[in-house]
């Protein structure tokens, strides 16, 4: 009886996850296993493996994501914990939030306007006697634009975490001599790295595979997993190449999640 | 003779939503004595500590340290450390690094705290568990490490917020015999915080009874427990009988229609006074014996002694402590002599009282 009744409870809940998760994973998986033709083939694999052009994309896809979250981190671990001593900190967050709510494509658009050859930061220049910057389309942009656009997703759970230490742990801090620098390294930074992973898991996957951002702001120069997965999907009609980088990225993420959810391990034995 | 260490003087404290939590606080606490700060939740003990170790700026008076004031140095360049309540340990390091912690945080070198860490771990008795992370120690356990991380600075002083409270009954008992001995093996002042008046009168050197942001009552356990101010510390230490009378006379005093001879004085002819007297000070004989006559109405047996309450002609209620059972109902008679009656007069301040007692007690 009440085990029908639980069943019935998770019914919802495993078709949600079967159709939505499950099947697309095990459908990209499939497909990357077939060709242009539709023959089953191993090559889509051998070919991203060995042709120069995949694993540059790779690389350069890593090192831009990779720099994109370590540019959000810079920015989001002071900004977090200055919102969180301020009086009305929550209204803060949700103002550094509010952002997310907006359209991708509008921010990208936002961003053209005031990067472009006459935007508002040209102007600027101009009006302090600065030549004129060049800066949309260079790998700058892209990364300074996709950091603030990342900022929001690395900055709540780092705010979580740091409103979570409770104040007792830093008058201890205190107590025992440390220094405001000291306190901040060695106490409320390992108490927040919790959060600090979670902002990188939530931000260094993504950040792999942006290819509107790449297009629009990094003028199709910047080249990432993403951009190839769009290309295959919509341009060369190549569904098995496509699915194949879709398949890396999935277990690029896993990779991500593995290394950072590794326990603390036991210093001193 | 020894050397105040630590002293208030005239301290106020007002929080930013206009309550005083603090209202005049004024002591001194000698080198290598046992304080504790008594009174009951929400008096404003903690914002003592906090005021002491750094953590809140008073808004008047003056915070002494070693003969220096202390106001606007920050919480970390004080010398005096703290034993929270919560214990505060770091749950992202083990043992050892939280006892080292204020080692580190002072640059000592490697082998220096290899030696004082291991010293403070064995001041508490906890020198194999160095390798433990926090989570897999006991409460009590966490309480003595977090002792241990506060002692490791050698201060002069320890400040001690409640670190009983969380503790179950049998381990509370052994470690106010342990925190004791550590204090005196030490030889450094301890300002211990309780609401717990057992605890105060075990432990203490000399106790500070607090109400409502004040001090009541500075003195050692025996005065404050023999002799309390007023009624709130009476009441607060121990149990007691207080009823209303009269002081007819020095050392004569009056109350239940009967006159009595006591052993104070110097108050004024026929001043209303309040009267104290200890359960165990009073002694069940025959009504005609009696001074008192009162009914017993229930008797509970405590294991070492029969707690009594019964109730005179006029209504009150008397608690009695006695070594033998008496009978429900029965009429009894109650005997105490002039000492076991203390006399306490309406808001008498500290000094007239203090000043009143000497006057006569020598
Ligand atoms: N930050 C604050 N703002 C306003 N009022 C406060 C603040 N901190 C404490 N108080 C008030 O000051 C009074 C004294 O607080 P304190 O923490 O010193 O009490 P306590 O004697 O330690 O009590 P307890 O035994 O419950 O720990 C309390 O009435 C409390 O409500
Ligand atoms: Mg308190």
Redesign the pocket.
Known sequence: MKKNFRGLFFTPYVLWLAMFVIAPVALIFYYSFFDIHHNFTLANYQEFFTSGTYLTMTANSVLYAFLITLFAILISYPMALVISKLKHRDLWILLVILPTWINLLLKAYAFIGLLSHDGLVNELFQFFGLPIQHMLFTDASFILVAAYIQIPFMILPIYNSLTDISNSYIRASRDLGATKWQTLTKVIIPMTLPGIKSGIQIVFIPSLSLFMLSRLIGGNKVITLGTAVEEHFLTTMNWGMGSTIGVVLIISMVIVMLLTNTKRKRRRA | MSKTIVELKNVY?K???G?T??KNISFKLQEGEFYT?L????????????SIAGF?EVTSGQVLFDGKKINDIPANKRQLNTVF?DYALFPNMNVFDNVAFGLVVHNAKKDEIQTRVHDALKMVQLEQYANREISELSGGQQQRIAIARAIVNRPKVLLL??PLSALDAKLRKDMQYELRELQQNLGITFLF?T?DQEEALAMSDEIFV?NK?EILQKGSPVDIYDEPINHFVADFIGESNIVQGKMVADYQVAFLGHQFECSDAGMRPNEPVEVVIRPEDLVITTPEKGKLQVKVDTQLFRGDYYEILAYDKAGNEWLIHSTNASTDDAIVGLTFGPDDMHIMRYNETEAKFNHRLESYED
Do not use: N, R, W
Request: charged share 20%; hydrophobic share 30%; aromatic share 8%.
């Open positions: 404290k929080y930013d939503d309550f939590a603090l700060l009174g009951p939740s929400g008096c404003g003990k903690t914002t003592i500590l906090q809140t309540q917020d409640e915080v609401h607090m942001g």
